[in-house]
């Protein structure tokens, strides 16, 4: 069985998103729909289930390089601000999207908070690590009743000592 580091992040977080939906624990807040991922961005989100794709990603964040805060978090969803004419520059997401999905996934228990040493944050825990490794299909490339037998034919460089003779 794969895990995360082996599938495509992209079929991971949409499976993801797909499972976190059904949760109960996840829900969407009424404020969501009005708000923006950060001020690097224009608009709203336009897909109706953006919260649960974010989830999703955080959750695969989590799992890769815990133990994780909001501000770390904040950092990778962030962007560049378009300013006019003038240069941009990098601007950190929202933190209360991460921060209410980070408490909604301790809720669900996929998360929890820990300190390593001097570094603390939030840490995947077992149920969470088997609810993404379960999702993951490591894809065998070629089925085997559909390979197909390749012959080996001899090649015309190797002779025998007899078939030798026979054509002198």
Request: glycine fraction near 8%.
């Amino acid at each position: 069985m794969g895990t995360v580091y082996d599938v495509n992040p992209n079929e991971l977080i949409e499976k993801a998103a797909g499972e976190l939906k059904k949760l109960k624990e996840l829900q969407m807040p009424e404020w969501a729909n009005f708000v923006k991922t950060g001020v690097h961005k224009e608009r709203h989100p336009e897909s109706a289930d953006w919260w649960y794709y974010r989830a999703a990603a955080i959750l695969r964040k989590v799992y890769l390089r815990s133990p994780v805060g909001v501000s770390k978090l904040r950092k990778m969803f962030g962007g560049k601000k378009n300013r006019g004419v003038k240069p941009e520059k990098f601007r950190p997401a929202g933190g209360k999207i991460i921060r209410t999905i980070l408490q909604q996934l301790e809720k669900a228990g996929f998360v929890k908070h820990e300190d390593k040493g001097v570094h603390k944050g939030r840490v995947i825990t077992p149920k969470g690590k088997s609810f993404l490794d379960t999702l993951v299909k490591v894809k065998n490339p070629v089925p085997e009743e559909k390979k197909e037998k390749v012959e080996v034919k001899e090649s015309p460089e190797k002779k025998t000592e007899t078939e030798e003779k026979k054509n002198e």
